[in-house]
């Protein structure tokens, strides 16, 4: 949006965002799904800064032929396997889905209520999208399928933008403003809080699932 406002040209948006999702790898907690995000949004821009109109899905599917050829063990990685299809999903059926639901669902009046309206016709489409696509990887590698993340998503999407808005917000102004800094601190707790990802129960769920695998 900020770059959109400074009307940049096209591909020096890009190596501008380029620099911003650098900046972002830096700063947060790398991880496997981190980095193969970063690898997805910076081929991405790369491609738009040499001026190439790269499809989403190609970029996508780069990325996961990439990532075989230099961890041919990722075929086995569930995570790897979810993200991509997941990814795939929300490319391939969130368009067509949102727009089946929006013809079947009734609008209310006044333009904030609809445009409200259409913000969730749009999440819950992008979600049934995603879980579509991974079906078969859930049932095969957990032995179950859920549709919980079609509800928790509505809450989890906005709670996850708000941590990292309000988490770069922290960092730019830890220094210059302690106060601000600390509004954003808790703002980000409170955005944590909502979608249950503090790191004791992250720890109790892993013991539990090792506990359960040594038990069989």
Same mark, same amino acid.
């Given at each position: 949006?900020?770059?959109?406002?400074?009307?940049?040209?096209?591909?020096?948006?890009?190596?501008?965002?380029?620099?911003?999702?650098?900046?972002?790898?830096?700063?947060?907690?790398?991880?496997?799904?981190?980095?193969?995000?970063?690898?997805?949004?910076?081929?991405?821009?790369?491609?738009?800064?040499?001026?190439?109109?790269?499809?989403?899905?190609?970029?996508?599917?780069?990325?996961?032929?990439?990532?075989?050829?230099?961890?041919?063990?990722?075929?086995?990685?569930?995570?790897?396997?979810?993200?991509?299809?997941?990814?795939?999903?929300?490319?391939?059926?969130?368009?067509?889905?949102?727009?089946?639901?929006?013809?079947?669902?009734?609008?209310?009046?006044?333009?904030?209520? =609809?445009?409200?309206?259409?913000?969730?016709?749009? +999440?819950?489409? !992008? $979600?049934? /999208?995603?879980? @579509? *696509?991974?079906?078969? #990887?859930?049932?095969?590698?957990?032995?179950?399928?859920?549709?919980?993340?079609?509800?928790?998503?509505?809450?989890?999407?906005?709670?996850?933008?708000?941590?990292?808005?309000?988490?770069?917000?922290?960092? =730019?102004?830890?220094?210059?403003?302690?106060?601000? +800094?600390?509004? !954003? $601190?808790? /703002?980000?707790? @409170? *955005?944590?809080?909502? #979608?249950?990802?503090?790191?004791?129960?992250?720890?109790?769920?892993?013991?539990?699932?090792?506990?359960?695998?040594?038990?069989?």
């Amino acid at each position: 949006v900020a770059l959109r406002l400074l009307r940049l040209r096209p591909r020096w948006a890009a190596a501008c965002a380029v620099g911003v999702v650098v900046l972002f790898g830096a700063v947060v907690e790398r991880g496997a799904s981190v980095d193969r995000a970063l690898a997805v949004a910076l081929i991405y821009l790369l491609a738009h800064v040499l001026d190439h109109r790269a499809s989403p899905l190609n970029v996508v599917g780069l990325t996961a032929l990439g990532s075989g050829v230099l961890d041919p063990a990722i075929v086995f990685d569930v995570g790897a396997l979810l993200t991509f299809g997941a990814s795939a999903g929300l490319l391939v059926g969130a368009s067509a889905t949102s727009a089946w639901l929006g013809a079947r669902v009734t609008r209310p009046r006044g333009r904030r209520a =609809a445009r409200a309206a259409t913000l969730v016709i749009d +999440a819950v489409a !992008a $979600t049934l /999208a995603a879980e @579509v *696509a991974v079906v078969p #990887i859930s049932a095969v590698a957990f032995g179950q399928v859920t549709v919980a993340g079609v509800v928790l998503n509505l809450v989890a999407i906005p709670a996850m933008a708000v941590v990292q808005f309000a988490g770069m917000a922290m960092l =730019a102004l830890s220094t210059p403003s302690p106060g601000l +800094a600390s509004l !954003a $601190t808790r /703002a980000t707790t @409170v *955005a944590l809080s909502l #979608i249950h990802i503090s790191e004791p129960t992250r720890l109790r769920r892993i013991s539990y699932a090792v506990f359960c695998l040594k038990k069989k």
